[in-house]
Nanobody, 126 residues
Framework: QVQLIESEGGLVQTGGSLRLSCVVS????????MGWFRQAPGKELEFVGA????????YYTDSVKARFTISRDIAKNTVYLQMNSLKSEDTAVYFC???????????????????WGQGTQVTVSS
């Protein structure tokens, strides 16, 4: 049984940093694409970024570029989302997701992802 287990989020002040982790159990995530999404209150699920299984290519939505970084530790089967310079509009529930298809496309659409974490709340306050 595949599980994606996210670390606890938290409350961070504007301008602060937070790192989320996503441990994958039951299956190795290489060579598959891992993505991060978020959902703010009253809003739709939003793509944050993704990392490829081969080569570690990354892609981010414009609103988080230069502030967020996705990385991975293959030995630990873990993907990370490092969030810096946090803004109030980053407040959301964050989800990691795995695309088990062999396409290696860094998809921005949620239906492309097959397995999801439980979500973790990140709140940015001023």
């Amino acid at each position: 049984q595949v599980q994606l287990i996210e670390s606890e989020g938290g409350l961070v002040q504007t301008g602060g940093s937070l790192r989320l982790s996503c441990v994958v159990s039951g299956r190795t995530f290489t060579p598959y694409v891992m993505g991060w999404f978020r959902q703010a209150p009253g809003k739709e699920l939003e793509f944050v970024g993704a990392i490829s299984g081969i080569g570690g290519r990354t892609y981010y939505t414009d609103s988080v570029k230069a502030r967020f970084t996705i990385s991975r530790d293959i030995a630990k089967n873990t993907v990370y989302l490092q969030m810096n310079s946090l803004k109030s509009e980053d407040t959301a529930v964050y989800f990691c997701a795995a695309d088990w298809s062999p396409s290696a496309v860094l998809s921005q659409t949620a239906p492309s992802y097959d397995s999801w974490g439980q979500g973790t709340q990140v709140t940015v306050s001023s």
